[in-house]
Nanobody
Framework: QVQLVESGGGLVQAGGSLKLSCKAS????????MGWYRQAPGKQRELVAR??????IYAASVKGRFTISGDHAKRAVDLQMDSLRPEDSAVYYC?????????WGQGTQVTVSS
């Protein structure tokens, strides 16, 4: 059974920083893509950042403020979030893709106060 465990969410003031971490356990092999999505109340889930063998892409709204890093062998992916804004408040979900199957974390809440 595959499980993705996230950590690092919380409450921070605007302009502050948080780091999210995600690590997979269980029988998952050959993770080729890792990343983070987020979902705010009343909104659709959106891609925040994605990482694949050194290549990273970011949503326009977070580019220059967030940094994704990953380790395929360790099945771990981090998201460093700087210069946080109230509009970054959402539940953040980690995902890891292995052989065209997406695995998801349970989500971690990030709240940015103004």
């Amino acid at each position: 059974q595959v499980q993705l465990v996230e950590s690092g969410g919380g409450l921070v003031q605007a302009g502050g920083s948080l780091k999210l971490s995600c690590k997979a356990s269980g029988s998952i092999r050959g993770v080729d893509t890792m990343g983070w999505y987020r979902q705010a109340p009343g909104k659709q889930r959106e891609l925040v950042a994605r990482f694949s063998y050194g290549d990273a892409i970011y949503a326009a709204s977070v580019k220059g403020r967030f940094t994704i890093s990953g380790d395929h062998a360790k099945r771990a992916v981090d998201l460093q979030m700087d210069s946080l804004r109230p509009e970054d408040s959402a539940v953040y979900y980690c995902f890891q893709r292995s052989r065209d199957v997406d695995y998801w974390g349970q989500g971690t809440q990030v709240t940015v106060s103004s």
